[in-house]
């Protein structure tokens, strides 16, 4: 069974600081998605990591996948109040029949600080 | 392009009573999956539909049901509702079968908020 581990769970920052979200996972996967949601919103579709080593960066956040060590982090840079959110990493892990399902981590509730 | 939608938004029921929710997914994606998100268990994959068929289900019990119909659109039914059946359930649409070599973005509905009295 697929397992993934955000932490940290909650992270209260000022703004202006950086700090890194991590996402572990158990078994092998080539795919790894983070998503954002707000408040009593829907999850929205923040970055995609197809391959060891990937790197991608959209506005202060910047996202990286290491397959071997089964990690990905999520770093944010110089945090804003807009960035406060929930944020989940999801591994992708194929069941077969071209089938792809999605295990979560428990989520990281960001609280920026003004 | 439209994104996904998922009706009825809110929802209030009884204990043993049963509940529909209907999701559409993006034009042109014929995939629906389902997840339910609670505080204490996260985000818990459902169930999976391409082509009218399930594919994948998670690990829950039998009163937890779907369908998809010829036109993408699915549904999903939970009988003998219980208190622990209020959550969050949220659909999200891909373009179809997730070869090794490719991937298909899922793309997430706004939710169907389900309270249990």
């Known amino acids: 069974e697929l397992k993934v581990e955000q932490n940290p769970l909650f992270l209260s920052m000022q703004e202006g600081k950086n700090y890194t979200i991590y996402c572990n996972y158990s078994t092998t996967s080539d795919r790894l998605y983070w998503y954002r949601q707000d408040p009593g919103k829907s999850l929205e579709s923040l970055f995609v990591l197809l391959s060891n080593g990937a790197v991608k960066q959209e506005g202060r956040l910047m996202a990286s996948l290491d397959t071997k060590a089964r990690l990905s982090t999520l770093h944010i840079t110089a945090a804003v109040h807009d960035l406060s959110a929930t944020y989940f990493c999801?591994?992708?892990?194929?069941?077969?029949?071209?089938?792809?399902?999605?295990?979560f981590g428990k989520g990281t509730k960001l609280s920026v600080i003004p | 392009k439209a994104g996904v939608t998922q009706t009825p938004r809110y929802l209030i029921k009884t204990r043993g009573q049963q509940v529909t929710l209907s999701c559409s997914p993006i034009s042109g994606h014929r995939s629906v999956s389902w997840y339910q998100q609670t505080p204490g268990q996260g985000l818990q994959f459902l169930f999976e539909?391409?082509?009218?068929?399930?594919?994948n289900k998670g690990n829950f019990p039998g009163r937890f049901s779907g369908r998809q119909f010829s036109n993408s659109r699915s549904e999903m039914n939970v009988s003998t509702l219980e208190l622990g059946d209020s959550a969050l359930y949220l659909c999200?649409?891909?373009?179809?079968?997730?070869?090794?070599?490719?991937?298909?973005?899922?793309?997430f509905g706004p939710g169907t908020r389900l309270t249990v009295l």
């Open positions: 999200a649409s891909s373009l179809g079968p997730q070869r090794a070599l490719s991937y298909n973005e899922q793309f």
């Open positions: 539909y391409f082509s009218e068929t399930q594919r």
């Open positions: 999801a591994v992708a892990y194929y069941s077969g029949a071209g089938s792809y399902q999605l295990t």
